[in-house]
């Protein structure tokens, strides 16, 4: 995935730990998504087949042009047809599941269609078809905000679930704990916060925008932490949680190595911006934290009449510490990030480019 600092994450782990050998066959719900399109692309570099649920037609080209080692299946994460097709020949596959809703286009009952129903259809499928394991991304939202800014969950972490997306997954994670419960699939669950990175989406191209032009507002003092994990960390998270003999059974937080400070992810992404080449405005725009709490409270008054605005949701979350502890993950997976903040957003950023996005 580009440059030799970034091939770093895919060493071998650390001694320590032990990891079986992973199967020829891999299967990725979510494929053509911002995570999925990186996982893929790693995956085809060690594996015979790789099997991949896209929602749209249109997506399939893309994914294809990668490798011819890639198989396309077309249709929805919530179909029971399309989860027939996509385990149809397949034994003996770990399966990624990586699809998700995470801004609705208005009505919050997509997080429930498709991050608990989607979920259900394929750990199904995943047990007829007996694969090897099942590694679930989760989300900090099942975990709210922090509650303190110095505090980091780890993953014993009580659940207070934020908004409809975050209950949404609390119950997906529950359903992948049942299943490894029962015997039905092992199963692993790698909590993602933010992540950024190539391939992202358009609404992460905003965001580059709008911090470049002086337009992101910065919410309350700036000093409140977020974990953050870049696409390539992440990615080799999830394929570490894939062989390491301890995880089945086991959740883990994948992110970057510390939090970052919201001040510090802004001068970031301006540092990365400047050293592409593009001229980045002085401006900082400052909301009070209690603009943020208000965002938060409208927020919730739409959700419980099964509305979604994404802006408000946002915002309202960007006075809060969401940090998190990766001590299990370093210590159980062998789990050691190395791309940095910068470095990180500074890929990102040639990638759109590269691309002729508008930035």
């Known amino acids: 995935m580009g440059s030799a600092k970034q091939e770093r994450v895919a060493d071998e782990p650390s001694n320590s730990v032990t990891h079986a050998l992973a199967p020829p066959v891999a299967v990725v719900t979510g494929a053509s998504g911002w995570l999925g399109t990186n996982l893929v692309r790693e995956l085809v570099a060690t594996r015979e087949r790789v099997r991949c649920l896209v929602h749209n037609a249109d997506e399939a080209p893309l994914l294809e042009l990668v490798s011819p080692k890639i198989e396309i299946v ?44 989607g979920t259900e259809t394929i750990l199904d499928r ?161 909301l009070p934290a209690i603009a943020g709490e208000v965002a938060a409270r409208l927020d919730g008054l739409l959700q419980s009449r099964g509305r979604y605005v994404q802006a408000l949701h946002v915002l309202g979350e960007l006075k809060d510490t969401i940090a998190c502890d990766i001590t299990r993950a370093r210590t159980e997976l062998g789990y050691d990030p190395q791309i940095s903040l910068f470095e990180g957003m500074r890929a990102s950023v040639r990638w759109c480019l590269e691309r002729g996005l508008p930035i």
């Open 74 to 117: 077309v249709g929805d994460v919530r179909d029971p047809v399309a989860a027939d097709r996509l385990f149809d020949g397949v034994d003996a596959a770990s399966v990624f599941h990586t699809a998700a809703v995470i801004h609705p286009t208005q009505r919050t009952r997509e997080f429930f269609d498709v991050n608990v129903g």
């Open 126 to 286: 995943a047990r007829r078809a007996h694969t090897t394991r099942f590694v679930h991304v989760s989300s900090n939202s099942p975990f709210g905000a922090n509650a303190s800014r110095d505090d980091r969950f780890t993953e014993d972490a009580p659940s207070n679930p934020y908004m409809g997306y975050g209950l949404s997954k609390l119950e997906a994670e529950h359903l992948v704990e049942r299943s490894h419960d029962r015997g039905d699939v092992e199963t692993v669950i790698i909590r993602a916060p933010w992540f950024y990175g190539p391939f992202q989406p358009e609404r992460q191209t905003q965001w580059f925008a709008a911090v470049r032009r002086g337009r992101f507002p910065l919410v309350g003092p700036g000093t409140q932490r977020r974990s953050m994990a870049f696409t390539a960390n992440l990615v080799s998270g999830l394929l570490l949680a894939e062989t390491a003999t301890a995880a089945p059974g086991r959740a883990y937080w994948i992110a970057d190595a510390e939090p970052y400070e919201l001040a510090e992810i802004l001068r970031q992404v301006r540092a990365a911006l400047t050293a592409e080449g593009l001229e980045v405005s002085g401006g900082q725009p400052k």
